[in-house]
């Protein structure tokens, strides 16, 4: 018998513990690869399970979103005709739409309805009176020949696929002050007639070729009317009626300075009464502001006017970041009411106005987008510049 002393089988048994962990650990790691080619997980490896969990969650998250709405202006600008219901304005008038509205006919005694194809003949039947009865003071006590109508609302107002962002309610319409002709116009000729700017070659004084005394009446007979909130016209214009002395001034606070219109004048009326959900703008102030505001907006023109040096094109071109795109007013941010008015169907019949073909005819050359911010009370310079 082979005799093996102690002092001999110590070094073997010291190896044979030191790796005893290493084989428990590469048993733990076979047992996982084991589990996994199986289809179970042991409960040591519950962790990565958790992760492809999470990200289920999150793609179920964009799954309601769907097409977004569609546009408030698409709506009304297909509307050919208006909502069968009492007449109304609602909401404001850059927000809104417009109920029973009436139309004003092509031709009057003393108007004449400029560019057909656009079907924005439409206004509150109070505005539409209203128009008639300027076109007839005018031509009986201002020397005025009639007037040339432009843009009022559409069918049911609402937003417009190109142009305004107010006369949207039926209480906005633009004058132009181009005098009406000694004729009716064809359909044609109401499409391609310019109307005729006021201004000056350096776009902020009038030019006195054109500008005339029937013209400052006819103006300050439209702002004479209490219905008549504001009439709006541009601060060359405002600056030419403030030194005339010889006209009276009582209304002269309601003629506001505003961007654009040198060819037209934008008459606004006071919500009617008939009208709960039409919401009314602040009454202008008592002050004539022929001093220091039209002085103001004069000054921030010709600053914009003025001629600048040429701007050195850069060496390396750098993107400008595209600016995003306002978001489209829908039918949800108009009144609730306005879901009634444009889901009300039409009077069966075509348009009577079907038989102009060019649509949404273009603005007389040299003019500027009319009114796109005249959606509230029109703030001078000097305020526009804080917003
Ligand atoms: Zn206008």
């Given at each position: 018998?082979?005799?093996?002393?102690?002092?001999?089988?110590?070094?073997?048994?010291?190896?044979?513990i030191?790796?005893?962990?290493?084989?428990?650990?590469l048993?733990?790691q076979?047992?996982?690869?084991?589990h996994?080619a199986?289809?179970?997980?042991?409960?040591?490896?519950?962790?990565?399970k958790?992760?492809?969990?999470?990200?289920?969650?999150?793609?179920?998250?964009?799954?309601?979103?769907?097409?977004?709405?569609?546009?408030?202006?698409?709506?009304?600008?297909?509307?050919?005709?208006?909502?069968?219901?009492?007449?109304?304005?609602?909401?404001f008038?850059?927000?809104?739409?417009l109920?029973?509205?009436?139309?004003i006919?092509?031709?009057?005694?003393?108007?004449?309805?400029?560019?057909?194809?656009?079907n924005?003949?439409?206004?509150?039947p109070?505005?539409?009176?209203?128009?008639?009865?300027?076109?007839?003071?005018?031509?009986?006590?201002?020397?005025?020949?009639?007037?040339?109508?432009?843009?009022?609302?559409?069918p049911?107002?609402?937003?417009?696929?190109?142009?305004?962002?107010?006369?949207?309610?039926?209480?906005?319409?633009?004058?132009?002050?181009?005098?009406?002709?000694?004729?009716?116009?064809?359909?044609?000729?109401?499409?391609?007639?310019?109307?005729?700017s006021?201004?000056?070659?350096?776009?902020v004084s009038?030019?006195p070729?054109?500008?005339?005394?029937?013209?400052?009446?006819i103006?300050?007979?439209?702002a004479?009317?209490?219905?008549?909130e504001?009439?709006?016209?541009?601060p060359?214009?405002?600056?030419?009626?403030?030194?005339?002395k010889?006209?009276?001034?009582?209304?002269?606070?309601?003629?506001?300075?505003?961007?654009?219109?040198?060819?037209?004048?934008?008459?606004?009326?006071?919500?009617?009464k008939?009208?709960?959900?039409?919401?009314?703008?602040?009454?202008?102030?008592t002050?004539?502001?022929?001093?220091?505001?039209?002085?103001?907006?004069?000054?921030?023109?010709k600053?914009?006017?003025?001629?600048?040096?040429p701007?050195?094109?850069?060496?390396?071109?750098?993107?400008?970041?595209?600016?995003?795109?306002k978001?489209?007013?829908?039918?949800?941010?108009?009144?609730?009411?306005?879901?009634?008015?444009?889901?009300n169907?039409?009077?069966?019949?075509?348009?009577p106005?079907?038989?102009v073909?060019?649509?949404?005819?273009?603005?007389p050359?040299?003019?500027?987008?009319?009114?796109?911010?005249?959606n509230?009370?029109?703030?001078?310079?000097?305020?526009?510049?804080k917003?």
């Amino acid at each position: 018998m082979k005799f093996t002393p102690w002092h001999l089988t110590w070094p073997v048994l010291l190896v044979a513990i030191a790796m005893l962990p290493a084989s428990t650990h590469l048993s733990a790691q076979a047992g996982t690869e084991l589990h996994a080619a199986a289809g179970t997980t042991p409960q040591t490896t519950a962790k990565p399970k958790a992760k492809p969990a999470k990200k289920l969650v999150k793609k179920k998250a964009k799954v309601p979103k769907g097409p977004p709405p569609t546009p408030a202006k698409v709506l009304f600008g297909a509307a050919k005709a208006p909502a069968p219901l009492a007449a109304r304005a609602i909401g404001f008038y850059a927000k809104g739409c417009l109920a029973g509205a009436k139309a004003i006919s092509v031709d009057g005694p003393t108007w004449q309805v400029m560019r057909l194809s656009r079907n924005r003949m439409w206004g509150h039947p109070s505005l539409i009176a209203q128009i008639e009865r300027l076109s007839k003071d005018g031509k009986e006590h201002d020397g005025w020949p009639g007037l040339l109508v432009g843009d009022i609302s559409q069918p049911r107002g609402g937003p417009m696929l190109t142009g305004h962002a107010s006369h949207q309610i039926g209480l906005d319409a633009d004058i132009w002050l181009t005098p009406m002709p000694d004729h009716r116009m064809s359909k044609r000729e109401r499409e391609d007639l310019s109307a005729t700017s006021m201004l000056a070659e350096d776009r902020v004084s009038i030019n006195p070729q054109v500008w005339t005394e029937a013209h400052a009446r006819i103006i300050l007979r439209a702002a004479s009317y209490p219905q008549i909130e504001r009439v709006l016209v541009h601060p060359a214009i405002k600056k030419a009626l403030c030194e005339n002395k010889s006209l009276p001034r009582t209304h002269l606070n309601k003629v506001r300075p505003y961007w654009g219109h040198h060819y037209h004048m934008h008459i606004r009326m006071a919500c009617p009464k008939d009208s709960p959900g039409c919401t009314p703008q602040p009454v202008v102030g008592t002050e004539d502001s022929c001093g220091k505001e039209v002085d103001d907006w004069i000054a921030r023109m010709k600053r914009i006017y003025a001629p600048r040096p040429p701007i050195p094109e850069p060496k390396i071109a750098v993107p400008k970041p595209k600016p995003k795109p306002k978001p489209e007013i829908t039918l949800a941010d108009l009144p609730a009411e306005c879901r009634m008015v444009i889901g009300n169907t039409a009077p069966p019949g075509p348009s009577p106005f079907a038989d102009v073909t060019k649509p949404d005819a273009a603005k007389p050359a040299g003019s500027k987008p009319d009114d796109d911010a005249e959606n509230a009370e029109p703030a001078a310079p000097a305020m526009a510049r804080k917003k």
